[in-house]
């Protein structure tokens, strides 16, 4: 099932009769419309297991209704069982990382004056809200945000990161913040190089970084690729939106310090979700943003009484663990505690026909004016196909849109920081 304010169903019969696990075999056309058919996927997923089990003599107990924790993971069982069909933690990776010794004391010593992107939920502000809503006789509004600050009313200020881990352990359950910065670990190359590829012996290199080795984000012209590494650092009580990715890509969370919980939600479930309707990334190349008014962690069921019905995956990530979110998704997570964790993003040959969708919907190139040819190449020659397709203007857009982000992200605006 599959919600009009997302896709369009695309529909192949051929696909569930006879499907394989080869992805070059059964690549959509991208002259048509496409929407990720989640049921397909699961009976790809359930011929690689009983593959695995039959001709690899496999004893592994595959998850089907709730989530696996793996170690000496193969890239070809990860691509076969995982990858773009199941979400997964892998557990051996991440130990090896330099950024698995960041802290907060760490990013305060040495970022301290720097800005950071914070989302703040704060009591303070909501009465705000209330008094606002008394003056407007909207006293429904008033007594909902008496009871209790709303999520999608959270604020978003550029902050010093000393300020921010000072005020750490002042977080309640009605007042927490949560670092959400895209660009700070991107904008600082000792940062980055700590995640992933840094790593002594040199031989340990492939084994952590064979998941994502294959990224065809790497082909997008450098003013519109996406934005990698994104900062996460929560207080208590702090908590993502309930939200799918931009360009539907398999979003990665890695978790450095601390707890989250999560409720991850199967795709086919958009009428349950009460996702708000066309939104914009506001990213370099633009696409659609699918977030849900609902917070999954404390919602308000007389609001969205549908919400009830959505099916979820629920369980706790660890320090040291990487999580894989195929794509379609919806998501939610809970910092159980202060926590430091970093998100990326992949596009692969598992995952590329879904984002090339999100980028077509948007009119960034025209479908009509794809190569007559290109269902005939491969996933990664059709992106950079459709990388080469994208006007001068659109390229444009996304350098003023990076520099602008950049621009904002050094003022200081000491009315921003008052109430810290």
């Known amino acids: ?28 056309s991208l002259s048509t419309l496409y929407a990720l058919d989640h049921k397909r996927l699961l009976k790809i997923r359930s011929a690689n297991i009983e593959k695995w089990r039959k001709y690899y003599q496999w004893k592994q ?4 209704e709730d989530i696996d924790r793996r170690q000496n993971l193969s890239l070809e069982e990860f691509s076969d069982i995982y990858d773009g069909k199941w979400p997964v933690i892998i557990t051996d990776v991440v130990q090896r990382w330099p950024a698995y010794n960041w802290t907060g004391e760490f990013f305060n010593e040495h970022y301290g004056k720097e800005q950071v992107l914070m989302k703040t939920v704060d009591v303070i502000i909501h009465y705000v809200w209330a008094l606002m809503a008394v003056l407007s006789f909207n006293f ?72 994502v080795k294959e990224d065809f984000f790497e082909i997008f012209p450098e003013d519109v ?35 989250k919980r999560w409720k991850l939600y199967p795709p086919g479930q958009d009428e349950y979700l009460y996702i708000m309707k066309d939104k914009r990334s506001g990213f370099p190349l633009d696409c659609y943003k699918y977030n849900s008014v609902v917070d999954a962690f404390d919602p308000d069921m007389e609001t969205y009484p549908m919400f009830d019905k959505a099916a979820s995956i629920m369980f706790e990530q660890l320090p040291g663990e990487i999580l894989f979110i195929p794509s379609g998704w919806f998501h939610q997570a809970y910092n159980d505690e202060e926590t430091l964790a970093i998100s990326s993003q992949l596009m692969n040959k598992n995952n590329y026909r879904v984002i090339l969708e999100e980028i077509i919907k948007m009119d960034n190139i025209q479908r009509d004016k794809l190569p007559t040819n ?10 950079e196909t459709v990388m080469s397709m994208l006007p001068k203007e659109i ?26």
């Open 374 to 383: 290109i269902d005939m190449m491969s996933p990664q020659r059709q992106v």
């Open 1 to 28: 099932m599959c919600s009009e304010t997302i896709c369009t169903k695309w529909y192949d019969s051929s696909w569930t009769e006879n499907f394989t696990t080869t992805t070059e075999h059964s690549k959509p």
């Open 140 to 211: 429904y509004k008033y007594f909902l945000h008496i009871v209790k600050p709303v999520m999608t009313e959270a604020v978003i200020v550029s902050v010093p990161v000393y300020k921010f881990h000072r005020n750490i352990e002042k977080a309640h359950r009605n007042s927490w913040s949560y670092v959400e910065d895209e660009l700070f670990i991107p904008m600082r190359p000792e940062l980055r190089k700590d995640i992933g590829n840094n790593v002594k012996p040199s031989y340990l290199v492939d084994l952590i970084t064979k998941y």
């Open 225 to 259: 690729r996406p934005w990698n590494a994104m900062l996460l650092w929560g207080t208590k009580y702090s908590r993502s939106s309930l939200h799918m990715d931009p360009y539907n890509w398999t979003a990665t969370s890695t978790v450095i310090r601390g707890r």
């Open 395 to 420: 390229l444009e857009r996304g350098r003023i849109v990076t520099d602008d982000v950049l621009y904002r992200m050094k003022l200081k605006s000491l009315e921003q920081n008052e109430y810290l």
């Open 61 to 64: 107990d595959y998850n089907e």
